[in-house]
C-alpha cells in the first residue's frame, strides 16, 4: 500500500475514534507536544498509560474482594485512574470512571462492580484500537501536522 | 538580554499528567523538576529553596495533600508562589485554594494554554 494511501488510512482512523467518542480533545493537546525530540511521545504515554491500568485494576479488583467495599479506598483508586485517563483524552474510559466514583459515593456495590466490568471492556476496546492506530501511524510515517484538527 | 527560563517544580502523584505537564512546560521554556509527593516536594524546596521560582501542585494525593503543602509553603517560603491543580471544580475547593494563599488554581486536565502565561499571570497576581 502507497504512503498517501496509508496516510489517508491513519487519517480517517484518527477521525473515527473522535467521531465514536474514543478521544476527546485532551489526545489533541498530546499529540501537539510530540516534536523531533519526542517523535513518540503520544504512543509512549498511551504505553504507558495502560501499563499504569493494570495496577490500577489490580487495587480496585482485590480492594472489590472485601466485603462490605471500602467505597473511600474505591473512589481514591478510580480518582487516580480517572485522572490519567482524562489525561491522555481517553473519553470513554474517563466516563466510566466518573460513573463508578458516583457508585462509590452511593455506597452502591452493584453499580460498582457492573460500571467496572464496562470500565474494564471499554479500556481493552480503545487498547486495541489505538494499538492499530499506532502500528499503522509507524507505516505510513510522519504526517503534516501543522492543520490538525479533531 | 536573554532571560533564565523560569524554574518549577511539579508535583503531581500521577504518572501520565506529571509527564504530560512536564512536556508541556518546557516546550514553554520552563525548566521543570517534578515529584510525586508533598513530603518529597519539601524536602526539596528545604535544600533547595532559591532554585525555584514556582511551584505546581495536585491537591489529591496520598499523604499530604496539596492544600497542606500550600499552608507549609505558604509559611516556609513565604514569596514563592504555588498554583494549584485538580479535577475538584466545585466553588469550594476552589476558594479554599485561593484563601490558603494559591497564585492560580488550574483545572485538570491542564491545557497548555493554562500554562502558555501562567508566570507572568502569577507575578501580576503577587503584586
Not at chain 1, 31 to 60: A, M
Not at chain 1, 96 to 113: D, I, K, P, V
Request: aromatic share 8%; charged share 30%; hydrophobic share 35%.
Amino acid at each position: 500500500m502507497g504512503s498517501k494511501q496509508l496516510q489517508y488510512q491513519v487519517a480517517s482512523m484518527r477521525d473515527t475514534l473522535f467521531k465514536q467518542g474514543y478521544l476527546d480533545e485532551q489526545f489533541v493537546q498530546l499529540e501537539e507536544l510530540q516534536d523531533d525530540d519526542n517523535p513518540n511521545f503520544v504512543e509512549d504515554i498511551v504505553k504507558s498509560f495502560f501499563q499504569d491500568s493494570v495496577r490500577s485494576f489490580n487495587n480496585i479488583e482485590k480492594a472489590m474482594e472485601s466485603h462490605p467495599f471500602d467505597f473511600e479506598k474505591l473512589d481514591k483508586y478510580m480518582h487516580q485512574f480517572k485522572g490519567s485517563s482524562s489525561s491522555i483524552g481517553a473519553a470513554k474510559i474517563k466516563e466510566e470512571s466518573t460513573m463508578f466514583r458516583e457508585y462509590c459515593r452511593q455506597g452502591s456495590a452493584e453499580g460498582c462492580l457492573r460500571t467496572f466490568q464496562q470500565l474494564k471492556k471499554e479500556h481493552a476496546i480503545l487498547r486495541k484500537k489505538l494499538e492499530t492506530y499506532f502500528q499503522l501511524a509507524r507505516q505510513a510515517g510522519p504526517t503534516e501536522t501543522a492543520c490538525r484538527s479533531k | 538580554m536573554s532571560s533564565a527560563a523560569t524554574r518549577i517544580l511539579v508535583i503531581d502523584d500521577d504518572n501520565i499528567t506529571s509527564k504530560i505537564l512536564e512536556k508541556m512546560l518546557i516546550k514553554q521554556q520552563y525548566e521543570v523538576t517534578t515529584c510525586t509527593r508533598a513530603s518529597d516536594a519539601l524536602d526539596i524546596l528545604r535544600a533547595r529553596r532559591n532554585d525555584f521560582d514556582i511551584v505546581l501542585s495536585d491537591i489529591e494525593m496520598p499523604g499530604m495533600n496539596g492544600f497542606e503543602l500550600l499552608e507549609t509553603i505558604v509559611n516556609e517560603f513565604n514569596e514563592l508562589p504555588v498554583v494549584l491543580m485538580s479535577s475538584l471544580d466545585d466553588e469550594g475547593s476552589i476558594s479554599k485554594g485561593f484563601s490558603k494563599g494559591a497564585r492560580e488554581y488550574l483545572i485538570k486536565p491542564v491545557q497548555k494554554d493554562d500554562i502558555k502565561n501562567l508566570w507572568q499571570h502569577v507575578q501580576k497576581t503577587g503584586n
